[in-house]
């Protein structure tokens, strides 16, 4: 039986006899396979038959299919079919471009396009800098995939990437009214992708890099930020690294533990993981030892890639070999961005007293978070049916919106770690608990705070060129 949780929503179609024991035995079977039943809906009735939509929670498609199997065990039922809530949000796609000014009149139009345009391309032509003030540039942002490393799904080339990114810029819009756009490329090639985004730079005022597979993000990512002249962000390391060190910061607080003393093990250094470390490091943990397949990092062994060099010759001061489970023995946090399921209970239970545990590989966590909370004093997820999601929807839309406001040229490292200290605080100190360590995902005023966090960080250091 599967447990049903609210990600998943079905409706099923189904013609019954019109006899009143029908529909409970519908409700009964929904129960017995472990969903729930939220809505019943009569679509058409006659004297013996009657067609009723069937709306439930499930745990996903395959669980839908397994309830229309049961009901069609039942005698006299035919099903009609399954309409899947989350395609039908999909239809069409889930953005759309709409006017800023009107166009109903001759004056409207001569004003928005011909012949009044021709001034504001001159005004341009002279001085490229006022295309952030006179067109969409001003507030707008690019989210660039090839669909090589979509969460949970991998490699599924750039069409099947394409719902993610308009989902992202579906949060852009929403969370800090930042207008996105949905760009994957049908290459992987690293110049080939460099140069594609360099072309198209002149339209938007930032560059949200996602779902590029590492090592070639790494790649990908440093060019870009050497040369253009807008942000450029990659949301799967910076974004989740500014949201792991704001819940770690609150984390921390709970448990009576600073930064600097305690001995912090990160599963998975891919893109996610490095940029964790690196972000770590700069804010004052001195012990942080990163784990891949093959075990610990350290100056014990040579890295292939350059980058996990670099982690090897910069952490785990200690030289501690040894899997993930060897090293885990003793550490106070554990941040995975990894694999679901490589962890137990038990393993959790070597680590240090008020324990903290960030499971946020998706959608299955590295350790079972009930498990780990037998021992972890603090545990969060990525997902959103535990406490304490980590989710980067708390970080991308208020940070470019800052970004915008100032007409950044670059990220700096320092923004990132304002941000994550402006996320943090919007958890006051009284509320702070085990179980609310990070804001949830609608509090409203999360892109207002980080924005804020951006702006006066740009003033601060415009202060201190001027002196």
């Not at 000014?101 to 800098?129: F, M």
């Not at 540039?137 to 090839?146: L, M």
Request: proline fraction near 5%; aromatic fraction near 4%.
């Amino acid at each position: 039986m599967s447990l049903a949780i609210p990600t998943y929503t079905a409706t099923m179609r189904c013609e019954i006899p019109t006899d009143p024991h029908s529909i409970p035995k519908l409700v009964k079977v929904v129960a017995d396979c472990g969903a729930m039943v939220f809505g019943i809906d009569v679509v058409r009735s006659d004297d013996d038959r009657i067609l009723v939509d069937i709306t439930m929670n499930c745990t996903d498609y395959e669980h839908a299919i397994e309830i229309r199997e049961a009901f069609e065990d039942l005698d006299d039922v035919v099903v009609h079919g399954i309409h899947d809530a989350t395609i039908q949000a999909h239809l069409g796609g889930k953005i759309e471009i709409a006017l800023k000014r009107p166009l109903k009149t001759r004056q409207d139009l001569s004003r928005i396009y011909t012949p009044g345009v021709a001034r504001v391309c001159e005004v341009i032509a002279d001085d490229k800098a006022e295309a952030r003030r006179l067109t969409i540039k001003r507030n707008t942002v690019a989210v660039v995939s090839d669909g090589t490393a979509v969460l949970g799904l991998g490699d599924i080339g750039p069409e099947a990437a394409m719902p993610v990114m308009e989902g992202k810029a579906a949060l852009f819009k929403n969370f800090a009214n930042v207008d996105a756009w949905p760009i994957c490329l049908d290459t992987k090639d690293t110049e080939e992708i460099i140069s594609i985004v360099k072309a198209i730079a002149p339209g938007f005022g930032g560059i949200n890099l996602e779902d590029i597979s590492a090592p070639r993000c790494f790649e990908i990512e440093r060019r870009l930020r050497q040369e253009l002249d807008i942000p450029v962000f990659h949301d799967d390391q910076h974004g989740t690294a500014a949201v792991t060190l704001a819940a770690l910061i609150n984390a921390l607080k709970v448990v009576n533990k600073k930064i600097e003393d305690v001995k912090i093990v990160v599963s998975g250094v891919g893109a996610a993981g490095n940029a964790i470390i690196r972000l770590l490091l700069r804010e004052g943990a001195k012990d942080v030892i990163g784990c891949g397949r093959a075990g610990s990092l350290g100056r014990f062994r040579q890295e292939a890639d350059p980058d996990r060099q670099w982690l090897a010759e910069n952490t785990n001061p200690r030289n501690v070999e040894g899997s993930l489970k060897d090293v885990l023995k003793g550490a106070d946090v554990l941040i995975g961005v990894s694999s679901g399921n490589i962890l137990t209970g038990a393993d959790i239970a070597t680590m240090a007293k008020d324990a903290i545990v960030f499971a946020m590989a998706n959608p299955t966590p590295e350790v079972d978070p009930v498990a780990a909370g037998e021992y972890a004093t603090i545990v969060a997820t990525g997902r959103s049916d535990f406490p304490n999601q980590i989710n980067n929807v708390l970080v991308f839309p208020g940070l470019f919106r800052g970004l915008l406001d100032i007409r950044a040229k670059e990220i700096t490292d320092e923004m990132l770690s304002v941000t994550a200290r402006a996320l943090a605080e919007v958890v006051e100190e009284k509320e702070l608990n085990p179980s609310f360590i990070i804001p949830g995902v609608f509090h409203p005023d999360i892109s207002k705070r980080v924005a804020e966090a951006i702006r006066m960080e740009f003033e601060r250091n415009s202060n201190q060129d001027t002196k």
